[in-house]
DNA sequence: ATCCAGGAGGGCC
DNA sequence: GGCCCTCATGGA
């Protein structure tokens, strides 16, 4: 991709490019480190490294950044350099249907986030809702990980490394609120450090079945959650989470209604489907029914509202 | 107030 | 293998 720029000696200043929305990026649940200033602008926390980003009609602004910060970290955090239109056109070919669900979020960007900060995570996010996902990561990093500054009245920190953690007991995780997942988050910390194969480079380097089974030794990681970390944070874009929203949308494009289908089934029927592609495709899906789920609610609401 | 949230583990059959 | 219950916590 080409990517046309400026610099005016403090901020980057980028040309609008095809097929990348900051808002539909940051805001699809593909990360949590982040907080929204106001409409399409952002503070967002990637390793060592805080982002105050924010996209009008014709740019977006990344603020006091230099050009080697952008080239060199956030032009793969937001796989900049990828061309998705061609990915569009794979998926609208593997089902015709999925043209007007890939216009609606086609400024969907697979994000590259940091692996141990993804696991821990996704393991915090089951069966909780986003808000309080984020709330969590926060927490976290400001007890464990280091102060990186402040924008717009609110600091940030970056999240700790699995060795600031490797201390850190149970009880502690209790503490932040994260219920019966504490016992889990522990058992990652340790066998992350503990276990070669369940580092960075091994599961890049495993391929995406082995990859996949490795992560799900990890107590509290099942197919959803190591799928997630596969696909947000080591590169495999060809992971296919099967959550709730998935599940919803796929049985009525897939199964008829049909609510007893397993997600296992929906995993294998998505997996064959899209192929090297699912990780896309579920994301563009996510975002569709998302926004479908809040109209239905927001609709539902105003028909109660009526009544009265 | 009751139900649900980017699920997974464990017991039972 | 499938089915059902449970796990903390907060928001709607």
């Given at each position: 991709m080409n990517l046309k720029y400026i610099h005016d000696g403090r901020n980057l200043i980028l040309e609008k490019i095809k097929d990348f929305d900051v808002a539909q990026t940051v805001e699809c649940g593909q990360f949590f480190h982040y907080e929204k200033i106001s409409d399409g602008e952002y503070a967002l926390v990637y390793r060592k490294n805080l982002l105050h980003i924010k996209e009008d009609k014709e740019k977006i602004i990344f603020y006091d950044t230099t050009e080697d910060e952008f080239k060199n970290i956030w032009t793969g955090f937001f796989d900049l350099n990828r061309d998705y239109s061609l990915i569009q056109n794979k998926i609208i070919k593997a089902d015709i249907r999925l043209k007007d669900t890939i216009r609606k979020g086609k400024g969907i960007?697979?994000?590259?986030?940091?692996?141990f900060e993804t696991l821990m995570s996704f393991i915090i996010s089951q069966n909780k809702q986003i808000p309080h996902i984020r709330k969590i990561v926060f927490d976290i990093s400001k007890q464990y990980g280091?102060?990186?500054?402040?924008?717009?009245?609110?600091?940030?920190y970056s999240y700790p490394d699995v060795n600031a953690l490797k201390d850190v007991e149970e009880e502690e995780y209790v503490e932040l609120k994260t219920g019966f997942r504490a016992k889990y988050l522990r058992d990652a910390v340790l066998k992350v450090l503990k276990d070669e194969k369940l580092s960075e480079d091994s599961l890049k380097k495993a391929g995406y079945e082995n990859a996949l089974n490795k992560l799900m030794e990890i107590k509290g990681v099942g197919n959803k959650v190591a799928n997630c970390v596969l696909l947000f944070s080591l590169g495999y874009t060809n992971a296919f989470p099967v959550d709730v929203w998935i599940k919803r949308i796929m049985t009525d494009m897939y199964f008829d209604g049909n609510e007893k289908v397993s997600n296992e089934e929906i995993y294998e029927y998505g997996r064959k489907l899209f192929g090297e592609y699912g990780g896309f495709a579920q994301q563009y899906l996510f975002l569709y029914i998302r926004e479908k789920g809040k109209d239905i609610r927001k609709n539902k609401k105003s028909r109660e509202n009526k009544r009265k």
């Open positions: 960007r697979i994000i590259d986030g940091d692996y280091e102060f990186l500054g402040n924008i717009e009245g609110m600091d940030f």
